[in-house]
């Protein structure tokens, strides 16, 4: 009996090794066939391959072989006989495969070629050109999480993405709407100047500057490009001549507007240009000639002494802080001069003055002359002086921020500017010798500018072409009769071939208030008063009248002269060109259209440095280097040169300056920027006409 027990035992054992065997050799269904059913079913593996016999389902609890037909339904069918209670017990599910994810993960990323997602890092693009920011901001973690609160989806591309795809793509686009404007212009001011970074690397920066249609200023930046060669005329002529090229502008009448170095004049002569030279620069130049004079020269170095002491010592910034609210004045640092900026100088020594009794209590203060042997201070007659320089030079400061503020300063202000400050710095018995001196320096070195015949004779017809200066008081009787009668004739050559074009049919005149503003046009905006304009010229222009002369009704051109003679002169505060805009004069509208705008030619690329000191630009007003293509840029701080031809604006210590767009946007008005030439209108035999030079 035991002996039976065992053998059955045994077969048993036999039995289940078998069926392990068996089991082991069921191998799992495809990934294709998802059924629940198949958790219970498998195939063998066709002997000596690896392909499975799918002729015949096995049953992994019972190992039998049902025929598989391409559905499940004998498979079910076998089990509800044989294993109905496998039927109540949920089958495990396999998690999901790693290729394969979830909707809500699919759903919570952009994805990079989407509408939303291009739209997105398009605008991030505009966002780097526009506010000058580095290809590194996207990595900044502010910026990361400013997006990530406005749009979790998204993810910000690499910086390279930005660098070698987006700006280049915004720079041929914008570059492409630069070319389309430029070509409906027949006339077209350029303007350049070079520039050198903190990593002494050079730069030329040009502009454009020209009239649309409807009497708006047009101005955009074209390039920046890295100079390697001496800056001489010959290499500066040759990269005007690329730059005319690129930019399509061979047909076109071209004037440049550079400062007055040696190397831009002969740039202009050897490429044949009509050129202007920048009034701001020929500003600080003057100015620069009287801060040489050497009791001027003395008296600057001693407020510059206290200035930087105050600068240094933290005492004595505190004792200032503390004398300026006892005494009810401005908590106001005390200003340094830079070389290149005479109105640096100008503040320096205004600011002084206005915080004279905090600065005298703070050096006579016990603390702070505890440890310092050697204090600068001024005596009576220093500060007399200060208060003699300050008020002689106050009609070069108000020239100087009314040429940097004013946003269509044009061509016609110098002449009438340059004759009231000759008349300014003209001496006076009352003078000391000081400011005798420095009076007669400044008038001697702006009688030397713009003296040629062909610079006085364009500067003339300029103003007499701006409703605001047509007077021409500054002028002899003699010599407004010449200017009259050469823009008549001027116009009166234009008649057959520009006013036919432009006017088949003659409009009915609206009618024209006394400021020259059409009585039915709502749209017609005044500009904002120019008190410093005012100033300047109030006395001599807002009460000129021009007294009627007879007229000569056979010639078109002189009688609109004589009617624009005899209307009233336009207010300084005014703008001419809104004047002109709803002015129907034919000939006189085609001298005085400001077809050539020249602009800005100390242009300012603002810029923060890389880590190695780099500078690069791209467009719209950005700053970083575009691979493989020009640069784009608003405007370039820049070193002085040797001759006091550089910048008038340096950058600060930290290497930061301010921002402003640019691109095919229009020059931002109200901004101050010493050096900045435009222009507003352009005669078409002489290249320009009201063009801006400031």
Request: with cysteine; hydrophobic share 35%; glycine share 4%.
């Amino acid at each position: 009996m035991e002996r039976r027990m065992q053998l059955r035992t045994g077969a048993f054992a036999v039995i289940a090794e078998l069926s392990s065997e068996l089991a082991l050799q069921i191998k799992d269904p495809p990934k294709t066939l998802k059924a629940d059913i198949w958790s219970r079913f498998g195939f063998y593996q066709q002997s000596g391959r690896h392909d499975l016999d799918m002729s015949y389902a096995v049953c992994k609890t019972c190992h039998s072989k049902i025929k598989y037909v391409g559905n499940t339904t004998n498979l079910r069918n076998h089990v509800s006989r044989f294993h109905p209670e496998l039927l109540t017990i949920t089958p495990a599910v396999e998690p999901p495969s790693p290729a394969q994810p979830k909707i809500n993960a699919a759903l919570s990323i952009i994805p990079p070629n989407s509408e939303k997602g291009k739209k997105i890092t398009q605008a991030v693009g505009a966002f780097i050109a526009k506010d000058l920011r580095p290809y590194s901001v996207v990595e900044n973690p502010g910026f990361k999480h400013m997006l990530k609160t406005l749009e979790p989806r998204y993810k910000v591309p690499a910086r390279s993405h930005f660098a070698e795809q987006v700006i280049p793509a915004l720079y041929d686009e914008t570059k492409a709407k630069i070319l389309t404007s430029m070509s409906k212009a027949n006339l077209v001011a350029i303007t350049c100047d070079s520039w050198t970074s903190v990593a002494t690397e050079s730069y030329i920066t040009v502009t454009a500057h020209y009239m649309s249609e409807d009497w708006q200023i047009i101005s955009l930046v074209l390039q920046t490009r890295a100079v390697y060669e001496s800056h001489t005329g010959a290499h500066l002529a040759e990269l005007l001549s690329d730059v005319v090229s690129e930019w399509q502008l061979s047909d076109k009448d071209i004037v440049l507007v550079t400062d007055n170095a040696s190397n831009m004049i002969l740039a202009a002569q050897i490429r044949k240009f009509k050129h202007v030279r920048c009034f701001a620069h020929t500003l600080n130049l003057a100015s620069q000639r009287g801060l040489r004079v050497a009791s001027l020269t003395r008296l600057l170095g001693r407020i510059r002494r206290i200035s930087i002491f105050f600068h240094r010592s933290t005492t004595a910034s505190h004792c200032l802080k503390v004398n300026q609210k006892c005494l009810g004045l401005k908590n106001q640092k005390l200003l340094t001069d830079v070389p290149t900026r005479w109105n640096s100088s100008y503040d320096m020594v205004q600011r002084f003055l206005e915080q004279q009794p905090a600065i005298c209590a703070t050096l006579l203060s016990p603390e702070v002359r505890k440890g310092e042997s050697d204090i600068c201070t001024l005596n009576e007659t220093d500060v007399s002086n200060a208060e003699d320089a300050v008020s002689a030079l106050k009609a070069m400061k108000d020239a100087t921020t009314l040429i940097s503020e004013e946003s269509n300063p044009t061509i016609s202000l110098i002449a009438p500017l340059k004759a009231q400050l000759l008349q300014n710095m003209t001496s006076s018995i009352s003078d000391s010798p000081m400011i005798h001196d420095i009076k007669n320096a400044v008038r001697t070195d702006l009688m030397n500018r713009y003296s040629s015949e062909a610079e006085k004779k364009m500067l003339c017809t300029a103003s007499a072409l701006d409703p605001r200066f047509k007077g021409l008081p500054f002028l002899t009787e003699k010599e407004r009769s010449d200017v009259y009668r050469e823009v008549t004739e001027e116009a009166t050559c234009l008649e057959q071939e520009c006013i036919l074009a432009m006017h088949p049919k003659v409009p009915v005149q609206p009618e024209v208030q006394k400021d020259g503003t059409s009585a039915d046009d709502p749209s017609a905006a005044k500009r904002k008063p120019t008190s410093l304009l005012v100033s300047l010229l109030g006395q001599s222009f807002n009460d000129v009248e021009v007294s009627e002369e007879s007229k000569t009704p056979y010639v078109r051109a002189e009688e609109e002269m004589d009617n624009y003679l005899k209307t009233s002169s336009l207010p300084l505060s005014e703008d001419p060109l809104n004047w002109w805009r709803n002015v129907f004069s034919p000939l006189l509208e085609t001298l005085s259209r400001p077809k050539d705008l020249l602009s800005n030619h100390s242009i300012r690329a603002h810029h923060h440095p890389e880590a190695d000191g780099s500078v690069s630009v791209i467009p719209c007003g950005m700053e970083e280097q575009i691979p493989g293509s020009d640069l784009v840029c608003s405007r370039a701080h820049y070193h002085s040169e040797a001759d006091g031809t550089g910048p008038i604006h340096p950058p600060a210590a930290d290497g930061s300056v301010p921002l402003s767009p640019c691109g095919v946007e229009e020059q931002e008005p109200g901004r101050t920027n010493l050096g900045r030439t435009w222009s507003i209108a352009g005669l078409s035999s002489l290249q320009l006409l009201m063009a801006v030079c400031v």
